[in-house]
């Protein structure tokens, strides 16, 4: 295979189609001045082989190889080089039938870059295997021997050359794509390994669980076939016993009713003699009440004087009570006094100690002026002897008397002096021992108002924080229980929804697909605001329940055609569905015909969104529904109305004239599961809802109720601090020491106080 003919046509100073024929099997030169494009020709035909190092052609993007970057109305390069393949034991596999082999390449400004191959556009893989073929790589950098590389390939090492032999022999090309298949073959593997671990993990697991559902259903229908098998013996047997004790219980019957008659009989003649009984009874009781009429007042009167005094002293007796509750707080309180008042007793104690010496001296005194007295009025009784004896007694004694008295004030001025001089030196030894202990006294006082100083600003920054350890709790226990409510819902929606997955509508589509355009499934797109009509709206319904609601005909195109759908469907466009509802003089003719309350429109028992609209009067537009059989009958076959009728028991009226019904399924019907499934989910939304919401303010507060608990402890801390504080400050020996000495200023006050009216007394 060799060159037969270059076209060259935009390609670098070819502006115009040039075509360059008769060349040489073997050997060509091209000559010709310089800048007149003798390089361009090579350029053009690495350019066709598929270069990819654009700077071998003095070009540095695909742009620049078109005539003057498409500047003079140029935007494209082709260059087109016609091979003769008249040898056909050196022809390319695959290309023996043809005498001629054509390839081209053609860049476009903008980028675009096409090969083609007889006239058909093919890949580039597909350019450099042709080439390959018949050992041309005009990537191989010997392909090529520009001036000054002779040298270099003479020179070259062995590597080197036999990289060169490999390329001119052509098997490089059979170890490159060698390279390449090893290279697929590792991604194919982890590919391999990937659905492997997928297989393992998740879908044989999925298989052998419901394998395993599968075999526990066949074993469940196996059960129930058997439990009804089983139930018709025993309904049958039941029946034969029933049918034997009917038999002998009519024979009973039959005797008890004997037994009833005779009953009657008696019964008649005890209810004569109640009434003669009665009636005695009457007569008897009025003579014993005139007879008892006297004593029952007389007992009465004395009832209500009991009364009267069972009241007097109930009240005296609560007095008394009282009394002694008062007595026993006051018994308390004395106690308590007393406590107090021994200590004291003890601090007189020492006083009366005192007090008995100075009495002891003073009776000396006393005594031995009563002897001087006695011989004064001695003397003075014989002076005296001439006067009267009544007066001379008389004065005599108030004499001694008003002696007596004046001695005896003295002795108890005496005294006073003396323990108000002893109360007056204990006062001064107490204050010269208090001040010694003024100074730790003074330090106790000062941390006591600190820490009362800190537990009040601790309180006022607790009642500031706002939030409480309380109301955390309550938190803490509205989350456990909305945790426990949302469990119990979620497993109530996924046991329902297990069960109802038969009639879910699942699909999986590759690439971009907005599935809000996919409405859903009818059944679960509408609500039944009256539950008594569930039965009626699914009959009127029926395969259009599951039928799926989409937004255009293109998305159910591409649903039937892209998605892996799980089941045949029937897909309802709203912007292609014809719908028809029933008009509405027709519905009034109906409801005219058997009363507004007994027949409707199967559209109207039915909420939904109203974009949903045409779908709806597709699907329940021509159905009445009536409350019972007759109203059914007088719509359907009326000759204004005509149309069909469902009703809440499910029979269906046609006005062709079939009738549908007959005994329901003992199971809740398809939609109302579908609707406690509905509800079950909003009811779990809901709870979710509340339970994140109590989430959220649980972590808001959660900082300031640890704040809150800290703050609680520093207050608990303080508090303690400042009663610690407190006991000392009061058992400490100046407050000791204070106590004592208010106690002996007090003796001391009152010590004078009687001082100061002893000597007015005495004066007087």
């Given at each position: 295979m060799h060159i037969k003919q270059v076209i060259v046509d935009g390609f670098k100073s070819y502006a115009n189609r040039v075509v360059i024929d008769g060349w040489d099997p073997q050997f060509n030169a091209i000559t010709g001045l310089n800048g007149s494009g003798k390089s361009n020709i090579l350029d053009s035909i690495c350019f066709v082989l598929g270069i990819s190092q654009l700077k071998q052609v003095r070009a540095n993007n695909l742009q620049e190889l078109v005539y003057k970057q498409g500047q003079s109305r140029v935007t494209k390069a082709t260059v087109t080089i016609i091979f003769s393949n008249s040898d056909k034991k050196r022809s390319p596999p695959g290309y023996e039938k043809y005498d001629e082999i054509t390839v081209s390449r053609q860049v476009v400004i903008g980028g675009r870059n096409k090969y083609m191959i007889n006239g058909r556009t093919v890949q580039l893989n597909r350019v450099k295997n042709l080439f390959h073929s018949v050992q041309l790589n005009v990537n191989n950098p010997h392909f090529l021997i520009m001036?000054?590389?002779?040298?270099?390939?003479?020179?070259?090492?062995?590597?080197?050359?036999?990289?060169?032999?490999?390329?001119?022999?052509?098997?490089?090309?059979?170890?490159n794509r060698k390279q390449l298949a090893m290279k697929t073959i590792q991604k194919k593997q982890i590919k391999v390994e990937e659905i492997n671990k997928i297989l393992k993990e998740d879908i044989t697991p999925s298989l052998d669980k419901l394998r395993k559902e599968r075999s526990v259903y066949m074993q469940w229908t196996a059960n129930t076939q058997e439990i009804e098998r089983l139930e018709r013996f025993v309904?049958?047997?039941?029946?034969?016993?029933?049918?034997?004790?009917?038999?002998?219980?009519?024979?009973?019957v039959q005797e008890l009713q004997e037994e009833r008659e005779a009953l009657l009989e008696d019964n008649k003649n005890a209810v004569q003699e109640k009434a003669d009984i009665e009636k005695k009874i009457r007569e008897f009781t009025e003579r014993k009440t005139k007879q008892?009429?006297?004593?029952?007042?007389?007992?009465?009167?004395?009832?209500?004087?009991?009364?009267?005094?069972l009241v007097k002293h109930t009240s005296v007796w609560e007095h008394k009570k009282q009394e002694i509750e008062s007595e026993k707080k006051s018994l308390k309180e004395a106690q308590a006094a007393a406590k107090k008042l021994d200590k004291s007793v003890k601090t007189k104690q020492a006083e009366l100690d005192t007090a008995t010496k100075i009495k002891g001296e003073t009776e000396k005194k006393q005594k031995e002026v009563k002897e001087k007295v006695a011989s004064l009025q001695g003397?003075?009784?014989?002076?005296?002897?001439?006067?009267?004896?009544?007066?001379?007694?008389?004065?005599?004694?108030?004499?001694?008397?008003?002696?007596?008295?004046?001695?005896?004030?003295?002795?108890?001025?005496?005294?006073?002096?003396?323990?108000?001089?002893?109360?007056?030196?204990?006062?001064?030894?107490?204050?010269k021992s208090m001040k010694p202990q003024e100074k730790e006294y003074k330090s106790l006082r000062k941390s006591f108002e600190a820490a009362k100083t800190k537990q009040t600003k601790l309180a006022k920054k607790l009642e500031g924080l706002g939030a409480s350890p309380e109301e955390t709790k309550g938190l803490s226990q509205q989350i456990y229980k909305l945790n426990q409510d949302f469990t119990k819902k979620k497993e109530a929606y996924d046991a329902l929804a297990a069960e109802m997955s038969r009639y879910d509508f699942k699909y999986s589509i590759a690439g971009s697909f907005d599935r809000k355009k996919v409405k859903g499934l009818v059944a679960k797109l509408i609500s039944i605001p009256d539950p008594g009509t569930t039965t009626a709206v699914e009959v009127s319904a029926g395969g259009k329940l599951f039928q799926v609601v989409v937004d255009t005909e293109s998305t159910g195109k591409a649903l039937?055609?892209?998605?892996?759908?799980?089941?045949?469907?029937t897909i309802i466009p709203l912007n292609k569905i014809a719908s028809r509802s029933l008009s509405p003089e027709i519905v009034k003719e109906a409801q005219r015909l058997v009363g507004s309350e007994n027949a409707d429109l199967a559209l109207s028992m039915v909420g939904y969104d109203d974009k949903l609209q045409r779908a709806m009067e597709y699907v329940f537009g021509n159905t009445i529904i009536c409350r019972d059989s007759e109203c059914a009958r007088k719509i359907t076959f009326h000759p204004k109305i005509r149309t069909r009728t469902v009703t809440l028991d499910g029979d269906v009226y046609d006005p062709r004239g079939t009738l549908t019904g007959g005994g329901t399924s003992r199971k809740a019907s398809v939609l109302s599961q579908l609707q406690k499934l509905s509800i079950l989910e909003h009811d779990m939304r809901e709870t979710e809802a509340k339970l994140r919401k109590a989430k959220e303010m649980m972590l808001k507060i959660k900082e300031k109720v640890d704040s809150i608990k800290e703050m609680r402890m520093q207050l608990g801390l303080a508090a303690h601090e400042m009663k610690l504080a407190e006991t000392k400050l009061n058992e400490c020996p100046y407050m000791q020491l204070k106590k004592t000495m208010d106690t002996v200023a007090e003796s001391l006050n009152a010590c004078t106080?009687?001082?100061?009216?002893?000597?007015?007394?005495?004066?007087?």
């Open positions: 001036q000054g590389r002779i040298t270099k390939v003479i020179n070259m090492k062995p590597p080197e050359i036999l990289s060169m032999i490999e390329e001119a022999a052509g098997t490089r090309m059979y170890e309904i049958a047997a039941t029946f034969m016993e029933q049918s034997e004790t009917s038999t002998q219980t009519a024979d009973k008892m009429e006297g004593s029952f007042k007389a007992i009465e009167k004395g009832v209500t004087e009991l009364s009267k005094d003397q003075q009784i014989g002076i005296n002897m001439s006067d009267n004896k009544e007066e001379q007694g008389s004065l005599t004694n108030q004499l001694m008397e008003k002696q007596r008295l004046a001695s005896q004030l003295e002795a108890e001025l005496t005294t006073c002096q003396k323990n108000k001089d002893h109360l007056k030196t204990d006062l001064k030894k107490q204050t039937l055609q892209r998605a892996k759908l799980q089941r045949r469907i106080q009687e001082y100061d009216e002893k000597s007015k007394e005495l004066k007087e």
